[in-house]
């Protein structure tokens, strides 16, 4: 609850339909007024309600542990897309996300040959939007790329943009970065590693994993669900135009 005020800078960027799943924390005793009370989460979403299917998860005890892949599910199971993108609510889309997604999973559905690997099974591809970082709030300092173009002068003059956690880390090295600047074509992610972790467009069906509620607070909660992906046969495909950047 306390990142809903993240929604306003984050939701106009995206046109479409939204599954949102939000904790309260419990108080520290049953007497004690709510953390956040029922008004304050009304009148945060009061502006919402029309574009977003909304589950509010109330903690059971004080202290406890952020149960984030319940959180992840109790949303995914809302989503009334046929494709969804998991995303958090500091991760800005970038402009057009969903035509520029729409328009490569329907060339996947036609021509599905790439690189000699034949995709038949739509249900079992992820495609990767690569993650970068503000350093500071894009919205203030006008440096918000409404464009790869943009994007990538961006991040070559180093100015304010980074990929996120890193150009050297494990969680999303494995995109390749430096061949995603230069395509204007989906690729397929080659060089797996176990800890990659990218954000991803799934197709919503029946068989669709979903995360594993043991893992609570922080730590390897998304990333188990990558790799169960991984084991469940799915196929890493990036996509050339659309990317998340995180938000300070």
Same mark, same amino acid.
């Given at each position: 609850?306390?990142?809903?005020?993240?929604?306003?800078?984050? /939701?106009?960027?995206?046109? &479409?339909?939204?599954?949102?799943?939000?904790?309260? @924390?419990?108080?520290?005793?049953?007497?004690?007024? @709510?953390?956040?009370?029922?008004?304050?989460?009304?009148?945060?979403?009061?502006?919402?309600?029309?574009?977003?299917?909304?589950?509010?998860?109330? =903690?059971?005890?004080?202290?406890?542990?952020?149960?984030?892949?319940?959180?992840?599910?109790? #949303?995914?199971?809302?989503?009334?897309?046929?494709?969804?993108?998991?995303?958090?609510?500091?991760?800005?889309?970038? +402009?057009?996300?969903?035509?520029?997604?729409?328009?490569?999973?329907?060339?996947?559905?036609?021509?599905?040959?790439?690189?000699?690997?034949?995709?038949?099974?739509?249900?079992?591809?992820? +495609?990767?939007?690569?993650?970068?970082?503000?350093? %500071?709030?894009?919205?203030?300092?006008?440096?918000? #790329?409404?464009?790869?173009?943009?994007?990538?002068?961006?991040? %070559?003059? %180093?100015?304010?943009?980074?990929?996120?956690? =890193?150009? =050297?880390?494990?969680?999303?090295?494995?995109?390749?970065?430096?061949?995603?600047?230069?395509?204007?074509?989906?690729?397929? $992610?080659?060089?797996?590693?176990?800890?990659?972790?990218?954000?991803?467009?799934?197709?919503?069906?029946?068989? /669709?994993?979903?995360?594993?509620?043991? +893992?609570? &607070?922080? &730590?390897?909660? %998304?990333?188990?669900? /990558?790799?169960?992906?991984?084991?469940? &046969?799915?196929? +890493?495909?990036?996509? @050339?135009?659309?990317? $998340?950047?995180?938000?300070?």
């Amino acid at each position: 609850a306390d990142r809903l005020y993240m929604l306003k800078d984050v /939701l106009p960027y995206w046109d &479409g339909p939204v599954s949102i799943a939000i904790y309260i @924390p419990a108080s520290e005793s049953p007497s004690d007024k @709510p953390i956040y009370d029922d008004e304050y989460i009304i009148h945060k979403l009061k502006n919402l309600a029309q574009r977003c299917e909304m589950t509010i998860l109330y =903690g059971t005890f004080y202290m406890e542990k952020y149960p984030i892949n319940t959180l992840r599910n109790h #949303a995914i199971r809302r989503v009334q897309s046929e494709y969804l993108l998991l995303s958090d609510s500091n991760l800005l889309p970038s +402009f057009n996300f969903q035509r520029h997604a729409k328009t490569e999973i329907n060339l996947l559905k036609f021509v599905v040959d790439l690189d000699d690997h034949t995709y038949t099974d739509m249900d079992r591809i992820a +495609f990767v939007a690569p993650a970068f970082e503000y350093l %500071k709030t894009p919205f203030k300092s006008k440096n918000l #790329a409404k464009s790869k173009v943009e994007l990538k002068k961006l991040y %070559k003059t %180093k100015s304010d943009i980074r990929i996120y956690n =890193g150009a =050297g880390s494990d969680k999303h090295k494995a995109t390749d970065y430096e061949f995603w600047f230069e395509t204007s074509h989906s690729y397929e $992610v080659t060089d797996y590693q176990i800890k990659y972790e990218p954000y991803v467009v799934l197709r919503k069906h029946s068989q /669709l994993p979903l995360y594993d509620e043991r +893992f609570v &607070g922080y &730590g390897m909660n %998304k990333v188990s669900y /990558l790799m169960e992906l991984k084991a469940a &046969g799915y196929t +890493f495909i990036v996509l @050339p135009n659309c990317w $998340v950047s995180h938000i300070p």
